[in-house]
């Protein structure tokens, strides 16, 4: 079956406009997570999803940053009037049990 | 709060070599670890996922083990390719939140 899907791959923006980045879950997977990657640095856990509500938000870095999720599916995560430390790959990740399968992740770049 | 060090950062070995990586835990209060691979602009995919009361888990050439009393896991790759080149991550979880190490940048020489 479809694995996690993110879109778009690539973002290239300016600073201080807002962006959206999507993440489609593996059907039926209750958990969503959002991650970001920097350069050279590890994973940063940003959001958590347990169906549409979000319990966990404590690594959102800013009031910027905000996330949502719909019908227990789709997730978006929005960044608004972003700066170029945003600059980074965000990951999506859905789980069912204990596995966290990923997706690609979307490259955003802001200049 | 979880702490994640792996060591090393980065590792070089021929082709055919058995390799150990490690990972270091502060909190053990954890239900699972999950080793992953990173290719260069890809995502992660999972390789082995230990549950918190199991030990280790083998997967091909590939097995983890997890000793909650000492705080770490290792990940032992077997007879070493070139196709195993890649970033590898642990990640400590819990049910909610989970902690990742930087990864461990493996380069299997032919």
């Known amino acids: 079956g479809a694995g996690v899907s993110q879109s778009p791959s690539n973002k290239v923006t300016e600073k201080g406009k807002d962006v959206e980045l999507r993440c489609d879950p593996i059907?039926?997977?209750?958990?969503l997570y959002w991650y970001r990657q920097s350069l050279g640095q590890g994973l940063e856990f940003l959001i958590y999803?347990?169906?549409?509500?979000?319990?966990?938000k404590s690594g959102l870095p800013s009031d910027r940053f905000s996330a949502e999720r719909t019908g227990g599916s789709v997730s978006t995560l929005t960044i608004q009037r972003t700066q170029q430390e945003d600059s980074a790959v965000y990951l999506c990740?859905?789980?069912?049990?204990?596995?966290?399968?990923f997706g690609p992740g979307t490259r955003l770049t802001v200049t | 709060k979880q702490e994640v060090t792996q060591i090393p950062a980065a590792l070089s070995v021929p082709e055919g070599e058995n390799l150990v990586l490690n990972c270091s835990f502060t909190?053990?209060?954890?239900?699972?670890l999950q080793w992953f691979r990173q290719d260069p602009g890809k995502g992660l995919t999972s390789l082995l996922l230990?549950?918190?009361?199991?030990r280790e888990q083998t997967s091909g050439r590939l097995n983890a083990s997890l000793d909650k009393s000492s705080g770490r896991s290792t990940l032992y790759i077997a007879a070493s390719q070139p196709g195993d080149s890649a970033t590898y991550l642990c990640?400590?979880?819990?049910?909610?939140?989970?902690?990742f190490g930087i990864g461990t940048k493996l380069q299997v020489i032919p």
């Open positions: 990740a859905s789980r069912q049990g204990l596995e966290q399968y």
């Open positions: 059907s039926g997977h209750t958990a």
């Open positions: 999803f347990q169906g549409n509500s979000a319990p966990d």
């Open positions: 909190d053990s209060a954890i239900y699972n």
């Open positions: 230990i549950q918190s009361s199991q």
């Open positions: 990640a400590f979880g819990g049910y909610q939140k989970v902690t």
